[in-house]
């Protein structure tokens, strides 16, 4: 695996080796049959049993060249994670030999035992049918491990009743609004298109660590972050490791995950080191929603296991260090036709730039409404550590446009004249807006949510987590926006003058979400209260606003979820939320007295031992020193244990309460924050015990050595 030569087999070959791309299809299936999957693809006709047999024989067949024993049907339940169930090519015959089948039935159609996946009370467990559908808009792969080769189909999973218990479901409902809504608009303003398709390109953080280290930590291990840990003497303060050369280790890393993702035909671009120690990035090139959603799930599954190849383990988790930088993915988001326009392209006519200023304040208007919305898509339990924290994108959901465009629009919007370049007055739809920059230079990382050229970055969204629910929250609130466009557009006399007065008074009404200043400050906190803009600081806090009654409305009125979905959401995500802090907060208890207080009460007797040596040898040595660490060894041993045993009654506590919201905020109100004085004492052991004494590896360990 380490000896990857593109010299023997050219990487035009190996591109997409391992992906039943279009063009596989195209060559593999009879026209007619071919034509008809881009129907179905297209969502113009429905899937029939007769095409799937032929699609299923062909990907048979090309699976099994490529040496795949089994197929699986792979969907994402609401646990984030994948799942899939393998079911083998092989049909017995009476002779001993066996026969490779692989019907249409089993590529459409697959019945997982669905009872062990998270519902939330949308299918009672006596009946626990649910059944993954195959996505043909999605392609099918080939997945080499260990564990063999295996044909890997893109599935969705809804329940017996048609609900869905996946995160495809409702990203695809929330695509159709979406190209629902903007063909409407598309068609008043006489813009040709049979289709519109959000585009998406996730930029994927992570960190790397040593595998043999990684495996030393129990906290790192169970819950994907450290909750003990003092800081190194070095941090990130240099900032040396951003943009700067990339170890080898990681250089190898990278160079093999390129290779593998590239074989399934992921487009990965960049790589490159982060802000903090050891982390880095990776950003393949964007794709519709769906299938960047699911290439994302790809990307982080290649990525944890080319590490563990290499001897290092990727950490995917929001926060894994205090101290450091987080992780996220820059979501970054635009809505593209069929015929290759993309509606966030400013154009070059005064009748591109009106359908570009409308479909931007689209975006504005769907932001500033369902900022809420947007801001619980973007929760778990890790991004509590970022998001308002100093770092990263503030939790207040504000929008960059850059002074450029804002000032325009400032104009547009007042009624004031802003000249073109060509000297004229500017007037929305009839002389074309000045050439915009790219904004690449005074690029505002501070921003949640960034206009950058054509295309905007959310860059809220947590890094371990799916990209899909984002994704139907921005998909679903500019779809409502882009409706009540359409409604007034349809009825317009004059088009020109609606359009300019929907861009004027839309942004009007929601230039109070438009903030181009440093989104860290604490200025713009206070600025942003004054502005009515919400500022909502965790997850317990966001999840619950997904089924709050304007979120049932418009997720309803837009068939993307029923109000039952929405409430099963909410009690799964408020109880991954306490079972993830029940397990840091055990682990930390954990650590805290098997590891730390061993460690420290082995040292504390050490000392006291050499403090009475010393003191029959040498009666008159001054041991002020060996006290005064004794002394501080003791306080903090005592410290420790005190938080502990209080940390201990809190988890229990939280434990017994049966109401998944009080629970969440009893988890979140009393036994995280209590971790917060538990890991003071911990962290303070570890600057006063011996380096060589210390039970587990440190940041140092873990973030400079790769
Ligand atoms: P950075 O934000 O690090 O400067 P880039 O600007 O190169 O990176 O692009 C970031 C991501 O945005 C890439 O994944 C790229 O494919 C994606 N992207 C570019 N154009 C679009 C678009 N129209 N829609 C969605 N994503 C896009
Ligand atoms: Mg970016």
């Known amino acids: 695996m380490n000896c990857i030569d593109f010299t023997t087999t050219?990487?035009?070959?190996?591109?997409?080796?391992?992906?039943?791309?279009?063009?596989?299809?195209?060559?593999?299936?009879?026209?007619?049959?071919?034509?008809?999957?881009?129907?179905?693809?297209?969502?113009?006709?429905?899937?029939?049993?007769?095409?799937?047999?032929?699609?299923?024989?062909?990907?048979?067949?090309?699976?099994?060249?490529?040496?795949?024993?089994?197929?699986?049907?792979?969907?994402?339940?609401?646990?984030?994670?994948?799942?899939?169930?393998?079911?083998?090519?092989?049909?017995?015959?009476?002779?001993?030999?066996?026969?490779?089948?692989?019907?249409?039935?089993?590529?459409?159609?697959?019945?997982?035992?669905?009872?062990?996946?998270?519902?939330?009370?949308?299918?009672?467990?006596?009946?626990?049918?649910?059944?993954?559908?195959?996505?043909?808009?999605?392609?099918?792969?080939?997945?080499?491990?260990?564990?063999?080769?295996?044909?890997?189909?893109?599935?969705?999973?809804?329940?017996?009743?048609?609900?869905?218990?996946?995160?495809?479901?409702?990203?695809?409902?929330?695509?159709?609004?979406?190209?629902?809504?903007?063909?409407?608009?598309?068609?008043?303003?006489?813009?040709?298109?049979?289709?519109?398709?959000?585009?998406?390109?996730?930029?994927?953080?992570?960190?790397?660590?040593?595998?043999?280290?990684?495996?030393?930590?129990?906290?790192?291990?169970?819950?994907g972050r450290t909750v003990f840990g003092a800081m190194s003497a070095k941090g990130q303060e240099m900032d040396d490791h951003y943009f700067g050369s990339i170890k080898e280790a990681a250089a190898s890393f990278m160079k093999e995950l390129n290779y593998e993702l590239w074989k399934l035909g992921i487009s990965a671009k960049t790589q490159h080191n982060e802000v903090a120690p050891n982390q880095f990035e990776i950003a393949p090139i964007f794709d519709s929603a769906n299938v960047a959603t699911d290439r994302n799930q790809l990307v982080m599954a290649s990525i944890e296991k080319v590490a563990k190849r290499h001897?290092?383990?990727?950490?995917?988790?929001?926060?894994?260090?205090?101290?450091?930088?987080?992780?996220?993915?820059?979501?970054?988001?635009?809505?593209?036709?069929?015929?290759?326009?993309?509606?966030?392209?400013?154009?070059?006519?005064?009748?591109?730039?009106?359908?570009?200023?409308?479909?931007?304040?689209?975006?504005?208007?769907?932001?500033?409404?369902y900022s809420p919305l947007l801001r619980a898509s973007a929760s778990n339990s890790g991004n509590d550590h970022r998001l308002g924290a100093n770092e990263a994108p503030p939790a207040i959901i504000s929008i960059f446009l850059g002074d450029q465009l804002e000032s325009i629009l400032d104009a547009l919007s007042e009624g004031k004249t802003v000249k073109t370049e060509s000297g004229q007055t500017l007037e929305i739809g009839v002389t074309s807006i000045p050439s915009l920059p790219k904004d690449l230079t005074d690029r505002n990382r501070t921003s949640p949510f960034a206009f950058t050229g054509n295309k905007f970055e959310f860059r809220m969204v947590p890094s371990s987590l799916s990209i899909s629910g984002p994704n139907v929250a921005i998909n679903t609130a500019v779809a409502e926006v882009l409706s009540e466009f359409a409604d007034r557009l349809e009825k317009a006399s004059d088009l020109k003058a609606e359009i300019a007065s929907i861009v004027k008074e839309t942004y009007k009404a929601h230039k109070r979400v438009v903030f181009n200043g440093n989104?860290?400050?604490?200025?713009?906190?206070?600025?942003?209260?004054?502005?009515?803009?919400?500022?909502?600081?965790?997850?317990?806090?966001?999840?619950?606003?997904?089924?709050?009654?304007?979120?049932?409305?418009?997720?309803?009125?837009?068939?993307?979820?029923?109000?039952?979905?929405?409430?099963?959401?909410?009690?799964?995500?408020?109880?991954?939320?306490?079972?993830?802090?029940?397990?840091?907060?055990?682990?930390?208890?954990?650590?805290?007295?098997?590891?730390?207080?061993?460690?420290?009460?082995?040292?504390?007797?050490?000392?006291?031992?050499?403090?009475?040596?010393?003191?029959?040898?040498?009666?008159?040595?001054?041991?002020?020193?060996?006290?005064?660490?004794?002394?501080?060894?003791?306080?903090?041993?005592?410290?420790l244990m005190t938080k502990t045993e209080e940390l201990k009654a809190l988890i229990a506590k939280a434990g017994d309460e049966e109401d998944v919201a009080k629970a969440a905020s009893m988890f979140r109100n009393e036994v995280f924050a209590k971790m917060g004085e538990v890991r003071v004492y911990g962290d303070t052991l570890e600057e006063i015990i011996p380096r060589d004494e210390w039970p587990f590896p440190t940041y140092e360990d873990l973030l400079f050595r790769l």
């Not at 299809?25 to 034509?35: A, N, V, W």
């Not at 393998?86 to 066996?98: A, E, M, Y």
């Not at 509606?343 to 479909?359: K, Q, R």
């Not at 418009?554 to 993307?560: A, N, P, Q, T, Y």
């Open 519 to 639: 989104g860290y400050s604490d200025e713009w906190v206070g600025e942003a209260e004054k502005r009515g803009l919400p500022n909502i600081k965790s997850t317990i806090e966001a999840i619950p606003l997904k089924a709050e009654m304007s979120s049932v409305e418009l997720f309803s009125k837009h068939g993307v979820f029923s109000k039952e979905e929405l409430e099963s959401r909410v009690e799964i995500y408020l109880e991954a939320y306490s079972m993830q802090i029940n397990v840091e907060a055990k682990i930390m208890v954990e650590m805290a007295e098997k590891q730390i207080y061993a460690a420290a009460s082995r040292f504390s007797k050490s000392l006291s031992e050499t403090i009475l040596k010393t003191k029959e040898a040498l009666t008159s040595f001054d041991t002020s020193a060996y006290e005064k660490t004794l002394t501080k060894l003791s306080e903090n041993i005592n410290g």
């Open 10 to 223: 050219p990487l035009n070959e190996i591109y997409g080796s391992n992906c039943f791309s279009d063009s596989e299809m195209r060559t593999r299936l009879p026209k007619s049959i071919y034509k008809e999957v881009k129907k179905v693809q297209d969502g113009t006709e429905a899937l029939t049993l007769e095409v799937a047999e032929v699609v299923a024989a062909a990907m048979k067949d090309w699976a099994i060249e490529k040496g795949a024993t089994h197929y699986t049907h792979w969907f994402q339940p609401l646990t984030g994670l994948t799942a899939e169930k393998h079911d083998s090519f092989i049909s017995p015959l009476s002779d001993g030999k066996v026969m490779l089948e692989f019907s249409g039935k089993e590529l459409i159609k697959g019945e997982p035992d669905a009872s062990s996946f998270p519902s939330g009370g949308l299918r009672a467990t006596f009946e626990a049918r649910g059944y993954t559908a195959w996505d043909t808009t999605s392609p099918a792969f080939i997945r080499e491990d260990d564990s063999g080769v295996t044909l890997c189909i893109p599935t969705a999973f809804v329940s017996y009743n048609g609900e869905a218990l996946d995160k495809k479901v409702p990203l695809l409902r929330s695509m159709d609004a979406l190209n629902r809504e903007a063909l409407r608009v598309l068609k008043v303003l006489g813009v040709d298109a049979g289709k519109v398709t959000p585009t998406i390109g996730p930029e994927q953080e992570y960190f790397l660590v040593k595998e043999d280290l990684f495996d030393k930590r129990s906290d790192l291990m169970l819950t």
């Open 311 to 369: 001897g290092l383990k990727a950490l995917l988790h929001e926060k894994p260090f205090a101290g450091v930088n987080g992780s996220g993915k820059h979501n970054n988001w635009s809505m593209s036709t069929d015929t290759g326009l993309n509606l966030l392209e400013p154009g070059d006519s005064p009748e591109d730039n009106a359908n570009f200023l409308l479909f931007l304040v689209a975006v504005i208007k769907a932001v500033d409404e």
